[in-house]
């Protein structure tokens, strides 16, 4: 029958190409989330070839760490994911430098994609600009793409044609959104329909941020155990808000409240009662998270934020924004919403929260139900299943 039929090609593995503008080498924590996903692929079962270009004059210029142009990976459980790293020109962004670097990228691509064995089942392109990157590549093999799309903020691609963009939106197969946010601005933006688009949150790796024992995390880390303590994760520039949690926290200039920010940037938070402040080893950020009272981020552009839903799963109550990027995973149950370009209300959230003890339980048990339910197993399955179905 049909159905015998489909279930049985459902079974078949699945080589998937995945076009991605990072991935994590050499200790840096590049596009951990990418590398989740397809190492989750992995072990369930489909054949993984990640292609990542670096930039040469990032490696000249900003003495950028160069990544091997071709390795293997091992993922937990034993499966192994092919990473190909090739090299192209990014230039200012000038018009003409633009266009030389889109067209170094693509001989990068292609220069992988000739070496590979077997043509791959499908194209997975993280981000809109991965997906024109490889498009024609794909048209031309006639390979399946499928975008996932979770930018900050999805940049109109002005350089192409009507004819170009109408020809892209009918070839893509699917679209994985990671917020409605995500799918609107997509569909706004003509680079894709509804009927083509799927929603799946960002989703955690349970065995890494899982709810630990706060007292033991504290002193492990030197931690008092009688001060509130805030945590904020996330680059430091002004649209994470690194500098308003801490002028905030200055604002109330409360001696028991201490705080961690975890990150890098330009924006380097200035309080005085910083536990912590730069970059921490990423499976080291569960210690850190389960010794906070509450996970503060105003953040003002996002698709949808994986270190807060992180934050959830080690039962933290949330401070961010209440803007639309933030509705698909936070609620007045397990946050407190703010215009996260006001200082004051973000004060008054961390000091309500500070004073309010049931409700930092309330709101921490909240966090944690709705974190079980977005699991990068389950997120996944879903989206394979989703493939599955729009190539049956």
């Not at 706004?188 to 890494?208: F, P, R, S, Y």
């Not at 005085?272 to 850190?288: A, T």
């Amino acid at each position: 029958s049909n159905k015998s039929k489909k279930n049985k090609f459902r079974k078949h593995s699945m080589k998937i190409c995945i076009i991605t503008p990072g991935y994590p080498d050499l200790g840096r924590p590049f596009f951990v989330f990418v590398e989740r996903l397809v190492n989750e692929f992995a072990d369930q079962g489909h054949q993984c070839v990640v292609i990542a270009p670096q930039s040469i004059l990032q490696i000249v210029f900003r003495n950028t760490k160069k990544s091997s142009f071709h390795r293997f990976h091992r993922t937990e459980k034993g499966n192994i994911v092919e990473i190909y790293q090739p090299y192209y020109l990014s230039f200012s962004n000038y018009k003409i430098g633009n266009i030389l670097k889109r067209f170094t990228h693509k001989l990068a691509l292609k220069r992988v994609i000739k070496r590979l064995d077997d043509p791959p089942t499908l194209f997975y392109a993280h981000f809109w600009v991965s997906a024109f990157q490889i498009y024609r590549i794909a048209l031309k093999a006639q390979i399946p793409l499928f975008v996932a799309t979770g930018e900050s903020e999805i940049h109109s691609f002005e350089y192409v044609s009507k004819t170009f963009l109408n020809n892209f939106t009918n070839y893509v197969s699917g679209v994985i959104c990671v917020s409605e946010k995500s799918k609107l601005e997509s569909i706004n933006l003509n680079l894709t329909t509804n009927e083509k688009c799927i929603t799946l949150n960002n989703a955690v790796d349970k065995n890494k941020f899982y709810v630990k024992d706060k007292e033991i995390c504290r002193k492990k880390l030197g931690i008092s155990e009688d001060v509130f303590l805030v945590i904020f994760v996330g680059g430091f520039i002004h649209r994470k808000g690194s500098l308003r949690v801490s002028n905030a926290l200055q604002m109330l200039n409360d001696k028991n409240i201490e705080s961690i920010f975890i990150g890098s940037g330009i924006d380097e938070p200035q309080y005085n009662r910083i536990f912590h402040s730069g970059p921490v080893e990423n499976n080291k950020i569960i210690d850190y998270l389960n010794s906070a009272d509450v996970f503060v981020l105003p953040t003002l552009r996002e698709g949808c934020c994986n270190a807060i839903i992180e934050a959830m799963a080690c039962c933290l109550p949330i401070i961010s924004s209440n803007l639309s990027f933030n509705d698909d995973i936070l609620n007045s149950k397990n946050s407190i919403r703010i215009d996260p370009n006001n200082i004051v209300k973000l004060a008054e959230a961390i000091n309500m929260l500070k004073e309010s003890p049931k409700i930092r339980t309330e709101m921490s048990s909240q966090s944690l139900k709705i974190a079980s339910k977005l699991t990068i197993d389950k997120r996944a399955l879903k989206i394979i299943d989703f493939i599955r179905n729009k190539l049956d």
